[in-house]
């Protein structure tokens, strides 16, 4: 293994170049897949049968706590991967389990969200527009909870091995998964709770 | 008791019980062939766990060519009950689940994994590269297919068909319409298939963007591998759309929601327009290859450069743009009005302008040639014409107003069978043909395999023509029988005969390799047909680290160049060469996606909870594994060059 050290510790060999590039192109493919689920959420929205609108039945508090614990856990993931560049393992881990426990809270209020719609009547099976409705967030929370899964067993490696250009490679590309999930989640906020309560 | 019922066939026949036997006795003696010449830890150690994109291509390769089979039986039968008028062969539930597995089979699980068979074989040795970017996920890319391929395929004798097209159009394919658990077959299978096939296509794309060997600039790869790179983007933009389709349709069907229902607000015409956002560019990415191919073979045995290769790049690259905005053309008649129309009218009709430029090019390349009618070339050459017409009749069926004469007329099948068949299938044949020699060390038998060739231009050309007169006098598709006063009878009974010399053909091309594989001269050179390109510069049989040294490229035809005009290939000397570990892992996942598909098909909750916690708990194994590959060492190197036949150049 040729380590060019010019480079940061996840970019310093030719194998983590390679993922790094796949993984961006993965994120291409998942931005095709949210792209999917807004066209249709955008066909569908309107079309509420005999259920309840999209202004019935938002909460603006749990999504603004969302929206700020979600941007915040972007913020602390920077700053783990910053810690990492340092090569401060311990500041490191802290704050990517910062990141993974904001997400938890977030992943929470979701569902805490999800019982709140089902409880006034707005379940996946409700209407055209409810099913999408709950299929987009449920797609973004599954990946939440993915990603706490995954950076999970990311820290337990990080713990393991210290920083190696495994260990470093795999907590970047973390770290590329979960600003793209805060950019979705922008776009959920805009397009789906404002546009709806307007 | 009761319990099992639910896995009965609903709509039992002699046929399909005969299968159920067939299927028993056949997995019987592969397993028990297996442990008498105890083959099992052959097979595990070196194909089931293998990494390595030559050995995962040839298994697409045998994955292709069964499925190729089964897809070619469905289709005998449609022509066989309908090669008479009121005939009884089958009924109309029957040929409904036959003209849907026919389409899911040919297109899905068997042109795809064809293609990227050739692709998996010959792009890494394009690019002199020793394998693909990911080669594990490579492996799992295949077994998840093959997972998503079997399930399909167990359907029809476990629970029944899907039935509904292999559109699977709502609300047709709602419970509603279609009651038994054949359309969750439908959501599942593809489902996990597709999750395979964006993989490799991820896999593909980082691969040739990285991977090339040194001045293998861009505009220096061989059309092949632009093609496939092209081919790959289309997957990775595509796939997705699938992905969230099946989705929505898998749980409109076991969980109530309400997408496409005609109930509470759902929309029927959202799948189908979701279907064909994926399902269009889909016919980009099996013909983009096809054509990547003809491009080899035409300047192989033209012994030219490809004519205007920069012109090549730039139609596909438009072929690819337009192939996502070109959807709603599969459905002019089903309402979104005259603008709409229009719109999506021009975007078709410019896809001929790209495909009519790669036509001209490969004219350019074969004037003035030196031609060899080999069989690969001859396929070629028969592709030529008969595309054409096909890809004519699409540009009639583009025009909107006139659309509303052909939609879902026999025209239509005519048209997409004239450019599949020789678009992708011929393609697929002179590729397999081509670098068979590569793959397997001999050469097929030229005389047969040419009879073939012919027998098979000539059998598409009689079994889909007639269907472009049956079709303007309304022969509507997907009708399971006809009066004998319509007067389709003797269009259909052409259209039997075609199909059974199609059969013929395939017969040949399989006594074909049984042949030569007995008879066939082992001893040929790595370069057999006097090719191009660098895959040809490796020794046959290709060792498993392709280049014993990474090949200096500057040409696009570098291989050409360094035997005609005497451009060094291979300067540096042996070193040590790192390759990855096989893996059981692959196959393990894709075992237990194929339990947690039938367990969704069946809504069996508990196995489909256990089955999901397994597929996580095999990730966090890959996740802590700790696995740097292995090392080739120089004396080994040395000693298996000397063996194949000396360094190279």
Redo the contacts between chains.
Sequence with gaps: ?KIDQSLPLEYSTEEN???I??FW??L???I??FA??FA?YF??VN?????PTGAEIFELTPVLIETLLLLTSSFTIGLAIHAMRLGRQKAMLTFFGLTLLLGLGFLSLEIYEFFHYVHVGAS?????????LL?TLGTHGAHVAFGL??GL??M??VRRDGFTPHTAN?SFIFSLYWHFLDVVWIFIFSFIYLKGMM | MEFFQQFAPPHPSPAIYASMVAIVLTTVAIFGGLTYFKKWGYLWREWLTTVDHKRIGIMYLIAALLMLFRGFVDALMMRAQLAMPDNQLLDAQHYNEIFTTHGVVMILFMAMPFIIAIMNYIVPLQIGARDVAFPRLNALSFWLFFSGAMLFNISFVIGGSPDAGWTSYFPLASNEFSQHVGTNYYMFSLQIAGLGTLISGINFATTILKMRAPGMTLMKMPMFTWSSFITNIIIVFAFPVLTVALAMGSMDRIFGTNFFTTADGGMDMLWANLFWIWGHPEVYILILPAFGLYSEIISTFARRNLYGYKSMVASMVVICLLSFVVWAHHFYTMGQGAFANSIFSITTMAIAVPTGVKIFNWLFTLWKGKITITVPMLYSMLFIPIFTIGGVTGVMLGMSAADYQYHNTMFLVAHFHLVIIPGVMFALLAGLTFYWPKMFGFMLNERIGKWAAWLLAIGTCVAFFPMFISGLDGQARRMYTYSEATGFGIWNMISFVGALAIGVAFLLIAYNIYYSTRYASRDISADPWDARTLEWSTHTPVPVYNFAVVPQVNSDQAFWDAKKHGHVLFKDGYKDIHMPNNSGLPIIMAGIFFVWGFSFVFSLWLPAIVTTIAIFACMAYQSFEKDDGYHIHVDTIEKTERKLGGHKQ
């Design positions: 293994m170049r390679i993922k590039l796949g192109i993965f291409g493919a998942e095709t897949l999917t689920l249709s066909t569908l079309r509420t049968g005999s259920g996946i099976q409700t209407s055209a527009f409810t099913s999408m299929t899964f995954w067993c990311i337990l490696q795999k």
